[in-house]
């Protein structure tokens, strides 16, 4: 038989038919609904007298939208309340499971997915959403669909795709103390550019990304969408397996040992071939930090703001002066020590349980830095509730940050967390858009420890250092701050 | 779904890449439950000042964009969010056709379910389109005759332009795909009772 990618492999077992125009129509095993894009599909399926085909493989929340205070007041926003009743209502109607706010099991759709094992190896996962890509971490091939394919779904149970090119992400090598899954995507991403992978589906592979923990890979995948491609993936193995083993959707008993049996078939054969192939020295990898409004526009945290001119088109020298006018900062400036207002660890990119811990290792025993407004909001429910069972709840509000209920909160700013005009904010999330977290507002993307030092810094500062310094004078804490500070220039 | 064979219409130039569809249409408009009432949304940052006036700097809101039909942007466009609400904004505004050098791949396909014509030109010829509408200080018309797959202004300026056979088809008959994949509702459910194991 010819060899054949991971992509290849899942895609071809997901075809339902050849449409003669090219396309084929692809079988979805699993179709998450939230309450932003889907009251319009839901909408179309009642004129059109239609059903949902499998109420049984869709499964809804609310994330984007929700407050994340106190759960038990009304909600402010009256448009806001509407639209999380529609979901209520459509979910009721066409008869699909819900997790809405007073379920335990609520939180951003691409969480919930994974830690409630709905998400498998080997499954078609769409949502209307462009950060399904997530799922693709277990070797699924996940993705993202506006809200007219949303109701193709519903509909049919399947998605019309013409398929895709495939791109290996070949990363070698071993991270640096320091260095994380957010830094090598986002190091990735600023090599191969926003459009770098557009009309490709990625697949992972290499020794650094096998390294990485099922909750790395998620942030890994996570932003394949950011580097233009719909989707992206990563065999599954021994860790995926690990991660997957009791979780209350994924298969129990001997359907459990099938299935991994299964799933072992899902890697890329030796000599199969992608379409475009790309290698990274994950080694050689520092902590990133994005300075400009698109997530290429990163840089080591070591490095400066670039200068207009030392690029190489009209239109990307048109784009980065935007920027830099945008995001108030000057070429040559060193990205370490920029003054932050506020600092936002949360997103279906970065707040998960092994984040928070990440950044409570940085947090503990110290204090957010005097104006600075940090917030902790967990990627779900059940997330916050582990974090709380091992106090990291605790760690986070002594040293000054606000814990939150999960949602999307200040990753897009539709609830009432946003940045206010001209705040400086070191974020966890994806997108860095002009206006993303807030009209006017200016976000820097980077990792969860990085976000956490930045918190107590209260500006940029690479925590590679702050680590070093902390392991080797632990006893004197706030002399070790002053001079983390002190240092920046 | 309207069809879509050949349009002319007045041109509007926005020579900016990577334009993603945060921009398009700002978050704070994604709360509506209904597809209609985009159009005010459509690049509302960057349209409207903090105060609610119109920001005169803003490309589309020069005099001579007003009624334009045909947008031609820069690459990459509409990246970032899958929200359809972009298209449904730019198509309530009046546009039925973009053309880039490149499109984010969620965007595109959102354009071919709302009958706008996301057309890829090159570089070059994207280039040369900004300098024409540009030199042409407002009244600058194109065709984007989509069963020929070309663009033209009618002054020396002819392109052809690439789009998926299937998109094209779809959107030149308007079709319903949702209708046209249930008259598939036999192969779906031989698929489903043919998996080795249960969906
Ligand atoms: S956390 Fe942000 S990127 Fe993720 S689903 Fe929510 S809004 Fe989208």
């Given at each position: 038989m010819t060899p054949r990618t991971l992509f290849d492999k899942v895609w071809d077992a997901h075809v339902v038919h050849e449409l003669p125009e090219g396309p084929a129509l692809l079988y979805v095993d699993l179709h998450l609904v939230h309450e932003v894009t889907s009251p319009q599909a839901f909408e179309g399926l009642r004129r059109a007298g239609r059903r949902v085909r499998r109420p049984d493989l869709t499964v809804a929340t609310v994330d984007h939208n929700v407050p994340t205070g106190d759960r038990a007041l009304p909600i402010a926003d009256p448009v806001a309340a509407r639209q999380l009743a529609a979901l209520g209502a459509n979910a009721r109607h066409f008869g699909v499971e819900l997790f809405d706010l007073a379920s335990p099991e609520q939180g951003i759709v691409h969480v919930i997915g994974p830690e409630l094992g709905l998400t498998q190896p080997g499954m078609v996962i769409v949502c209307g959403d462009s950060h399904t890509s997530t799922h693709g971490a277990f070797g699924a091939l996940a993705l993202g669909l506006g809200t007219s394919e949303v109701e193709h779904v519903l509909a049919t149970q399947c998605l019309v795709w013409s398929k895709p090119r495939t791109m290996e992400a070949r990363f070698t090598g071993t991270l640096a103390p320091g260095v994380t899954a957010k830094d090598l995507i986002l190091a990735f991403i600023g090599r191969i550019g926003t459009a770098g992978a557009t009309g490709h589906v990625i697949e992972y592979t290499g020794d650094a990304i096998r390294a990485?923990?099922?909750?790395?890979?998620?942030?890994?995948?996570?932003?394949?969408?950011?580097?233009?491609?719909?989707?992206?993936?990563?065999?599954?193995?021994?860790?995926?397996?690990?991660?997957?083993?009791?979780?209350?959707?994924?298969?129990?008993?001997?359907?459990?040992?099938?299935?991994?049996?299964?799933?072992?078939?899902?890697?890329?054969?030796?000599?199969?071939?992608?379409?475009?192939?790309?290698?990274?020295?994950?080694?050689?990898?520092?902590?990133?930090?994005?300075?400009?409004?698109?997530?290429?526009?990163?840089?080591?945290?070591?490095?400066?703001?670039?200068?207009?001119?030392?690029?190489?088109?009209?239109?990307?020298?048109?784009?980065?002066?935007?920027?830099?006018?945008?995001?108030?900062?000057?070429?040559?400036?060193?990205?370490?020590?920029?003054?932050?207002?506020?600092?936002?660890?949360?997103?279906?990119?970065?707040?998960?349980?092994?984040?928070?811990?990440?950044?409570?290792?940085?947090?503990?025993?110290?204090?957010?830095?005097?104006?600075?407004?940090?917030?902790?909001?967990?990627?779900?429910?059940?997330?916050?509730?582990?974090?709380?069972?091992?106090?990291?709840?605790?760690?986070?509000?002594?040293?000054?940050?606000?814990?939150?209920?999960?949602?999307?909160?200040?990753?897009?700013?539709?609830?009432?967390?946003?940045?206010?005009?001209?705040?400086?904010?070191?974020?966890?999330?994806?997108?860095?858009?002009?206006?993303?977290?807030?009209?006017?507002?200016?976000?820097?993307?980077?990792?969860?420890?990085?976000?956490?030092?930045?918190?107590?810094?209260?500006?940029?500062?690479?925590?590679?250092?702050?680590?070093?310094?902390?392991?080797?004078?632990?006893?004197?804490?706030?002399?070790?701050?002053?001079?983390?500070?002190?240092?920046?220039? | 779904m309207e069809p879509f064979v050949r349009h002319t219409g007045l041109v509007a130039a926005l020579p900016r890449d990577d334009v993603d569809t945060d921009q398009i249409v700002p978050k704070q408009f994604l709360a509506r439950v209904e597809r209609t009432g985009f159009g005010p949304a459509l690049f509302h940052d960057w349209r409207f000042r903090p105060d609610g006036t119109p920001n005169p700097e803003f490309e589309l809101n020069r005099p001579t964009a007003q009624g334009a039909s045909i947008l031609v942007a820069g690459a990459n466009f509409g990246c970032g969010s899958s929200r359809e609400h972009a298209v449904w904004a730019l198509r309530e505004y009046g546009f039925r056709a973009i053309l880039a050098p490149s499109f984010a791949d969620i965007f595109s396909a959102n354009c071919c379910q709302n009958g706008v014509v996301p057309a890829l030109l090159a570089p070059e010829e994207i280039a040369e389109l900004f300098r024409r509408c540009e030199a042409a200080g407002g009244d600058y018309r194109l065709t984007v005759d989509l069963e020929a797959e070309r663009v033209e202004d009618g002054r020396g300026f002819s392109a052809r332009f690439a789009i998926d056979r299937y998109r094209r088809e779809m959107l030149l008959s308007g079709l319903d795909e949702i209708g046209r994949t249930l008259l598939l509702e036999e192969r779906i459910a031989a698929y489903e009772r043919a998996r080795p194991h249960p969906v």
């Open positions: 990485l923990s099922m909750e790395q890979r998620m942030t890994v995948c996570n932003m394949s969408i950011e580097a233009g491609a719909r989707a992206g993936m990563i065999a599954p193995d021994d860790t995926t397996y690990d991660y997957l083993a009791e979780r209350p959707r994924a298969p129990g008993g001997p359907e459990w040992t099938r299935s991994v049996a299964r799933w072992r078939e899902l890697r890329t054969d030796s000599g199969a071939t992608f379409t475009t192939r790309f290698s990274l020295d994950a080694s050689a990898v520092a902590p990133q930090v994005t300075w400009g409004t698109s997530p290429g526009m990163v840089a080591d945290v070591t490095g400066r703001v670039p200068h207009p001119a030392d690029f190489p088109t009209d239109g990307e020298r048109r784009s980065v002066e935007r920027a830099l006018a945008y995001m108030a900062l000057t070429p040559g400036t060193p990205l370490a020590g920029l003054p932050i207002d506020r600092v936002f660890l949360g997103s279906c990119t970065n707040a998960r349980i092994e984040d928070l811990r990440a950044a409570a290792r940085v947090v503990q025993g110290r204090r957010v830095a005097a104006g600075v407004r940090a917030m902790v909001v967990p990627g779900s429910q059940r997330v916050k509730a582990q974090a709380e069972r091992e106090r990291l709840d605790r760690v986070f509000r002594e040293a000054g940050f606000e814990w939150r209920n999960s949602g999307c909160s200040m990753c897009l700013g539709m609830n009432p967390d946003v940045l206010k005009s001209g705040e400086r904010c070191a974020s966890t999330s994806n997108r860095n858009f002009e206006g993303r977290q807030g009209r006017g507002g200016r976000t820097h993307l980077m990792s969860p420890a990085m976000a956490a030092a930045a918190a107590i810094a209260g500006r940029i500062v690479d925590v590679r250092e702050w680590q070093v310094r902390q392991d080797v004078e632990e006893v004197e804490d706030v002399e070790v701050v002053k001079r983390v500070e002190g240092g920046a220039p | -």
